[in-house]
């Protein structure tokens, strides 16, 4: 079934957001450390993903594109309204937790990134899910940790992380016959990079190093596609 690991990573996600509201108690100076440890690692899975590219260009471009839309569409804006709107159906207990802030900051880390596409590529083109399970492992245990600092708005992340990977998923049980090999394998790479990048910023977010507005950077995760193709025209 091509949605068995998307499922599989929801499901991994939702435990450990219930397990984390558990541990809301824990003293702020560890919640601290810990979120610091957790954007360290962040930053440096971004950069790794980053550093995969071959045309720097190609990311450069679908970032400016990328940053233009977002801006004119006010997409972060968007997801701050989806959070709220989310967040004002339930009452938090606890009034330092933001449902936006929670809904947001988890969709952001669990949706970006290569495994989140090369995971649900696997499961379309191949039926082999191992990646998306192994990414809801690490999905569980962040979720875990978000939950103990930004509340239970981590648990509604499970909507976009299942609606974009499974999505891809089954698009990818098509894809083979629009798409040539070479051209996805390229592609797969120069949109690594770029998510990579919006991973470094999630992680400078999260270490209240500079507040960027990640979310209007998120349409680049599209452009990279059109600006990948026009690349290869030219080369």
């Known amino acids: 079934m091509a949605l068995y690991g998307t499922l599989v990573n929801g499901i991994l996600i939702i435990l450990g957001t219930l397990l984390g509201l558990f541990f809301t108690k824990i003293p702020e100076r560890y919640k601290e450390t810990v979120m610091h440890g957790i954007g360290l690692a962040v930053i440096l899975i971004g950069l790794q993903m980053a550093f995969s590219t071959d045309s720097i260009i190609v990311v450069l471009l679908s970032l400016l594109t990328g940053a233009i839309i977002g801006e004119f569409f006010h997409v972060e804006e968007g997801l701050n309204r989806l959070g709220n709107w989310i967040g004002s159906k339930f009452v938090s207990k606890n009034k330092n937790f933001s449902v936006a802030e929670g809904f947001v900051t988890a969709s952001l880390i669990f949706v970006i990134g290569a495994m989140s596409v090369i995971g649900a590529l696997d499961s379309g083109l191949r039926g082999d899910h191992e990646v998306l399970i192994t990414k809801g492992v690490i999905d569980g245990f962040v979720a875990l940790v978000l ?79 059109l600006i990948y193709y026009i690349y290869q025209l030219f080369i």
């Open 147 to 225: 939950t103990t600092t930004l509340g239970f708005g981590v648990i509604f992340s499970v909507i976009p992380v299942v609606v974009y990977q499974g999505g891809i998923a089954l698009l990818a049980t098509q894809i083979e016959r629009w798409i040539p090999d070479a051209f996805l394998n390229g592609l797969i790479v120069e949109l690594t990079a770029v998510g990579g990048l919006l991973i470094v910023a999630i992680g400078l977010n999260l270490l209240k190093i500079v507040q960027i507005r990640v979310g209007n950077l998120l349409p680049s995760i599209l452009t990279v596609v």
